[in-house]
């Protein structure tokens, strides 16, 4: 399954992924108006004119954010106060429902924010950044530290079951409370001194870790003024690694670094040198002792979140993360985990004793290394199942894959349909802009997609929010997919690889769970769900992109329009299980690394970031030299600066739900508008407005079952256990 991050704002109290930090966004400690340099000239003044709400992109200059996202916490912590402060006795509406309200200015400035420093940052914005990150952290303990304010909610929660609120206002009273005490709000006056630096240090060492990131994955690139060494790219292909060196003012030819350990060019180049070279400039982006060398700040946060879990009773950080996740506890996903390990490396086993067997074939001389697997595990796929990746682009053109796949799966399943905006400003030229409109044409959110890759965003793949929906405040969806694509040539047409095509899918699933958003409180609504089942609606979505009907939609020559010979596509149907053990492997050493990171006891010293690397893995039983983590500690950016820290296993328990989701739809006629209908309005549409276990389970009528998604995976249910 394709990994990607979600990157989210949203207004008033409520949950803020601030650039992957899940932050809370409010305060009602006294502040002074920071409004020096804001005022009406300030895109961010007033409310957006715009369709939907949609940020006056072409008005905004880097200059802005800073004051607007300052003044819009000043604001805020005014309207907290009064909130605070009111004399009356705290009900669900001067309580809750008032701080639902709160934050408008916060919000539309960090939205616009936290989606251009993703997609286009320059110094500029690093810089207020970098500034900004301890303050937002400071804004978030100055409301779930307030003793005061704490007690008006606790007052409500205590009596909650006698207010005869709507099912969704008792969520919000439960959520909240959760919360607070979530975040510290029980504590001493002491330990909340105690956690506030930590949380500023923390947020402060984060937002240093993927600017190092971003530079060294950048910096890292395969650089070359040898063509020769290319060998095995096709014309396309080198004439992007031309263009990629001439933007870089080099001589040559440049292969950009993607944020995962192994690298898409690796299943073509034929020199082994190259390869080596490629994998290794990967492997070490963040580990070369300058200023973009990443472990010292890994060492010491993962000292800080210990000391964290530790203050707030649990023991260990991820005992604290789990709480509120579908998951519960580190020991549960563990448990999940580690029964699933036996049968991926297996797997991977096997399929290294196949490619092991190309090489001597070919008197190679030599045993496979990480940078051989792509290369060859290419051509036992060819000759396993006689299929070429360069056989399949030719059907897979970017533009048409959202037209007739993408965006007809939406239509077939839900009834959506697609028009697309010029009118509406975006952050950069390569950024479309679509209105999804309802079956009855009734408009439902804003969709902006940001596909090719550029140096300056951040790596991998993601969904944002721009505008939330929310009943109460009147408001409709306005969300962002990003990637990063290979850019086509100018006038060429851009032939993306049947993985891409899946990452297409799996953001738009992303995007699907924040348009169908119909909440009344915007801190329930859409994707503001716990991590391991915000992964379901995207990967439940790549299902889609192989369902015949969807497929023979999209899967069409681009030159001719004819669809794919039906013999190559059921190639690629027959080939899903292919090097699932080598995948399957690289995920869960990532998610296990995770975890083994995020389980230190407090009091440990400062870790030595590749022995502590080396001794997690194999402790967990990853001894494969040929199939390294999905993320290296140094690059992993889900877990130190993404919002994924004890948190990566998301992506393998959601998969659990998505693969038996799916198999209920092949179990109750497939793809119909009557199976969208219900998943959606009994899942997708709920936000967090209810359990979320009883909620899946309500709809698929048990509890979730783990053996679709080991048939998917090509693993017998015997061999997990």
Known sequence: MHLCGMKS??????????????????????????????????????????????????????????????????????????????????????????MEKTGALFQRAYAAFNAVTGANTNPVLEKIQQEEAPKLAAHSDAIFLDAKLFHRVAAVYEKRESLKLSPEGLRLVEYYYQRFVHAGANLSDADKEKLKKINEEESTLSNGFRSKVLAATKDAAYATTDKGTLAGLTEAEIGGAERAAKQRKKEGWVLPLQNTTQQPYLSSLSVRGTRQALFEDSWTRAERGDANDTRETIARLAQLRAEKGKLLGFDSYAGWKLEDQMAKT???????????????????????????????????????????????????????????????????????????????????????????????????????????????????????????????????????????????????????????????????????????????????????????AASEYPVLSGTS????????????????????AIFHHYARDYKTGAPMPAELAAKIKKAEDFNQGYKLTELLAAAELDMQWHTLAVGKTLQKTDEFEKAALEKKGFTLSYVPPRYRSSYFSHIWGGGYAAGYYAYLWAEMLDDDAFQWF????????????????????????????????????????????????????????
Request: charged share 20%.
């Open 9 to 98: 704002v949203v207004s008033g109290v409520r949950t803020v992924l601030v650039a992957g930090v899940i932050m809370m966004s409010s305060s009602v400690v006294s502040a002074q108006s920071t409004d020096a340099g804001f005022g009406p000239g300030n895109p961010f003044y007033a409310p957006s004119a715009l369709p939907f709400q949609a940020p006056p992109f072409d008005r905004i200059h880097d200059s802005d954010y800073q004051p607007a996202i300052e003044e819009g916490m000043a604001e805020e912590l005014k309207e907290m106060r009064a909130i605070a402060d009111n004399p009356a006795a705290p009900t669900f509406e001067n309580t809750f429902v008032a």
């Open 330 to 516: 580190p020991e549960n996903a563990l448990k999940f985990m580690d029964a699933l390990v036996g049968a991926a490396t297996a797997n991977a086993a096997g399929e290294a004793k196949d490619i092991q067997a190309v090489i001597d074939s070919q008197k190679g001389g030599f045993s496979v290394e990480p940078w051989d697997w792509e290369f060859y595990s290419e051509q036992v796929r060819k000759a396993k199942y006689d299929l070429d990746e360069a056989q399949v682009r030719p059907y897979f053109e970017m533009n048409h894959v959202l037209q007739n796949g993408v965006f007809y799966a939406a239509n077939q399943l839900y009834g959506l349909t697609f028009k697309e905006r010029k009118d509406i400003p975006v952050w950069h030229p390569d950024v479309r802009v679509y209105e999804v409109m309802e079956a009855d044409g009734k408009p439902l959110a804003l969709w902006y997609c940001d596909y090719y890759k550029r140096d300056n965003k951040n790596g991998g793949a993601w969904m944002g929010s721009l505008v939330r929906q929310s009943k109460l405040l009147g408001t409709l969806p306005v969300v962002y997919n990003v990637a990063n694509l290979p850019r086509p040539a100018e006038g060429e047409p851009a032939l993306i690889s049947f993985r891409d095509v899946i990452t297409m899918f799996h953001e738009f699933g992303h995007a699907l769970h924040g348009m169908f």
């Open 529 to 548: 769900v716990a991590r391991d089942f915000v992964e379901f609606p995207s990967q439940f979505n790549e299902h889609w992109a192989t369902y015949p």
């Open 666 to 721: 092949q179990d109750h006629g497939g793809l119909t508008r009557a199976n969208g209908d219900r998943l959606r309005a009994m899942v997708l549409s709920r936000g967090n407005t209810e359990d979320l276990a009883k909620m899946y389970e309500a709809w698929l009528g048990s509890a979730p079952n783990i053996e679709p998604m080991l048939k998917y995976r090509g693993l017998a249910k015997t061999e997990a256990k």
